[in-house]
């Protein structure tokens, strides 16, 4: 009995992140194959790191001989080996670009993808150790790949774009990449290196409008999130935003230029947790990451001002006893019960710690019998969540 297409294409819908199933199925019927392969083709991941051998190859040779793939692909995922110490200086003089075959081969595949929507070039895996280096230069890159990725990323079929240990020689030169990006409504840039900061143009149009950023220039001499408080870079419309930087000033002022609803920040110390965060009124959710999980927390709650739109507050961290000790001593819980009753969207507060440093003795079950303890105006209104997370969790900011 042949099966209408419309179930055909509901049932690999809902399996449509299980790659060895959906390749299963495609195997099945032709009723079955194109649904089968939109799901399997979507996402390509172009790694050196393969297992199968260099990627970008083996992608151009199926690309050869089924150009009907091609236009399926919607999100392009290029990797590179991450650097060693040694190679720090290499990066710094522009000689780290692709891998050989990347570069020959990368310059034939992109002009195929006609129907590309985001594209993500990242370093496999960070290197936190090396402050300036990257994987990828953009000036050591061979001249016909660095036209075809212009050419992708000034696409007005492009929607959203992720940077991650990439060199490039300013801000300017980045950004006039997607200068003609009109559809790009996501950008996420971590682990950047600018050789020049040279700051975009006071004129100079830039026809994107972002709905979500994120940006990680923490330990960078000049943050290079200032470079997108501009006037010709309109940030109205972002309604996600992620910030990990040591510069306050221009954190608060990122924040202010937007109509975030979802925020998501790193900070190192309660001091750090400011009432400019809180200035939007249309926040929705606020997902923070701290070395000190409760303190913030009170902060938090200190900080925000009655009416808001606020149903979700997560906070990352460690999480430790003296801090149990300190919310006890300083009956920051009275706050909170107060300002509860002024944040009627308010409905999840969810503290998530991480595996690293517990112990026998300091169990995550310990910690959060404690928390519950310390915090009944949460418990008493079923609003507290507790979570144990793994520490590579924290990757989750880039």
């Known amino acids: 009995m042949s099966l209408p297409q419309e179930l055909v294409d509901a049932i690999l819908d809902n399996i449509s ?23 399997i083709y979507r996402k390509i991941e172009i790694s ?43 990066c710094r003089r522009g000689k780290l670009g692709f891998e050989p075959d990347t570069s020959r081969t990368l310059p034939l595949v992109l002009p195929c993808l006609v129907n590309l929507t985001r594209i993500s070039l990242v370093e496999h895996p ?14 050591a890159m061979n001249e016909d790949s660095k036209s075809a990725l212009a050419a992708v990323f000034s696409s007005p079929r492009l929607e959203a774009v992720h940077f991650r240990g990439f060199a490039i020689e300013s801000p300017r030169q980045l950004l006039s990449l997607f200068s003609e990006a009109v559809a790009l409504k996501e950008m996420s840039l971590s682990r950047m290196y600018f ?33 997108f408080v501009h006037p ?3 940030l109205s419309q972002v309604s996600t935003l992620s910030v990990n930087t ?26 750090e947790c400011t009432p400019d965060i809180f200035c939007g ?18 902060h938090v709650f200190i900080m925000c001002q009655p009416g808001r739109a606020l149903e979700r507050i997560t906070i990352d961290g460690p999480g430790t006893d003296w801090e149990l000790s300190l919310l006890r001593l300083s009956n920051l819980d009275v706050s909170i019960e107060t300002k509860l009753d002024h944040l009627p969207a308010l409905k999840r507060v969810e503290l998530r710690r991480e595996k690293e440093g517990t112990d026998a003795v300091d169990t995550f079950a310990k910690w959060e019998v404690a928390v519950q303890a310390a915090l009944p105006s949460l418990m008493r209104r079923g609003m507290l969540f507790m979570t144990e997370i793994d520490s590579a969790a924290r990757h989750e900011w880039e």
């Open 17 to 39: 992140d299980d790659l060895p199933t959906l390749k299963a199925c495609s195997l099945v019927a032709s009723l079955f194959t194109h649904s089968a392969r939109t799901h």
């Open 195 to 227: 050789t020049s900061p040279e700051p975009w143009p006071k004129l100079q149009p830039w026809l994107p409008q972002l709905q979500s950023l994120r940006i990680n220039d923490s330990g960078r001499r000049v943050p290079y999130l200032r470079y």
């Open 281 to 298: 009124m249309k926040l929705r959710s606020i997902h923070l990451w701290t070395d000190c999980t409760l303190y913030v927390l009170a």
């Open 48 to 90: 050196p790191l393969s297992s199968s051998g260099n990627s970008c190859r083996k992608f151009y040779e199926l690309l050869s001989s089924s150009p009907d793939i091609a236009p399926l692909v919607k999100n392009l995922l290029i990797v590179s080996n991450g650097l060693f110490p040694t190679d720090a200086e290499e």
């Open 246 to 271: 040591h510069s306050i000033q221009w954190r608060n002022e990122i924040i202010q230029a937007t109509g975030v609803e979802h925020l998501q920040v790193m900070l190192r110390g309660p001091t």
């Open 232 to 234: 010709q870079i309109c």
């Open 126 to 139: 960070p290197n936190p150790w090396i402050k300036t280096a990257c994987s990828m230069n953009w000036r």
